[in-house]
């Protein structure tokens, strides 16, 4: 429909613009013409029935959160201790929203993330402690360890033997380890009833032996220290005879002994002739522990003509 002249476009029921316009209701000029909102609600100012929350509201008079008082005004005051209406009670007198399950918060102090990080600091606290102590002890046992190491004796860290049957072993490796007997050369004993040193005949060990062994009443004398312990030993003796066998008495401590000593032409030379072939022979004397004297002299009833090298003992009463 074309406006007619004089209407300025207005158009419905009452030919008025408010009637055309459909918000005129939201405007003073409207409201005082008697614009209302379509359906009968309230607009502007006038309250009605109210369709749904998304209801148009003029600038300033919408409520948030529940509160009452538009853009611009205070919201109403509530008593206190009374929750403001729609504010859930957990966010009342500015306590803390609510954390949803997982979120690192949770109820009591510091939550479960902070007892847990507290729980776990304190525990790596107590075992640097733990670790420091144990250090310092150990320090001191080593150094103590060390310290006893030159004044404390111990038996074997592998299960060995202890002192008492080492000892018992060196004793046992002592005794089967044969003993080292006294040696000496027959320059070196007492000489007595003629008998004298010599070096005409060629081959003595000593190169110097022992002549005059020829008449009764020649004798040599041999001390002998460091025997063992009581016991019959085997007396050798390194002599030479002009071709023919000869004998001596042996006294041990002053006391002759049951059997000579025998010297046989072990050589095989022709009587009369010194041999450059020393022998030996042997005999066997009762010694007593420490120091004895053993003589070979040439007593009534002996062959007498030998010379003599060395002397010497071993163990036993065998050859």
């Not at 509160?67 to 919201?75: A, D, M, S």
């Not at 002739?273 to 053993?294: C, F, M, Q, R, Y």
Request: glycine share 18%; proline share 8%; aromatic share 6%.
């Amino acid at each position: 429909m074309t406006p007619g002249p004089g209407n300025n476009g207005a158009s419905g029921d009452n030919g008025t613009p408010e009637g055309d316009d459909p918000f005129g209701y939201l405007y003073a000029d409207g409201q005082a013409a008697g614009a209302t909102p379509p359906g009968g609600g309230g607009g502007y100012g006038y309250p009605g029935p109210r369709s749904s929350y998304n209801q148009v509201r003029a600038v300033g008079e919408r409520r948030y959160g529940g509160q009452q008082g538009g853009y611009g005004y205070p919201p109403q005051q509530q008593p206190y201790g009374q929750a403001p209406q729609g504010v859930p009670p957990q966010q009342q007198h500015g306590a803390p929203p609510p954390v949803a399950p997982g979120g690192g918060r949770g109820s009591g102090s510091g939550g479960p993330n902070t007892r847990m990080l507290l729980i776990g600091a304190v525990a790596v606290v107590v075992a640097v402690i733990v670790v420091i102590a144990v250090t310092m002890f150990s320090g001191d046992d080593d150094k103590g360890d060390e310290a006893g190491k030159d004044t404390a004796p111990t038996a074997d860290a592998g299960g060995g033997e202890g002192e008492d049957e080492q000892q018992e072993n060196s004793q046992d490796d002592e005794e089967d380890k044969p003993v080292d007997l006294p040696k000496t050369d027959a320059k070196a004993l007492k000489l007595e009833g003629g008998t004298v040193t010599a070096s005409d005949i060629q081959g003595a060990e000593a190169g110097t032996y022992v002549a005059g062994f020829n008449k009764v009443g020649a004798k040599v004398t041999w001390t002998v220290n460091g025997i063992p312990e009581d016991a019959g030993y085997s007396l050798r003796v390194s002599y030479g005879v002009p071709g023919k066998a000869a004998n001596a008495t042996i006294l041990v401590n002053g006391k002759a002994q049951e059997r000579p000593l025998n010297m046989d032409n072990f050589a095989n030379v022709e009587e009369g002739e010194w041999s450059d072939k020393w022998v030996n022979t042997w005999a066997v004397v009762n010694l007593t522990k420490g120091t004895n004297t053993i003589t070979l002299s040439c007593e009534e009833g002996n062959q007498c003509d030998a010379n003599f090298d060395q002397l010497w003992l071993k163990e036993g009463t065998q050859g």
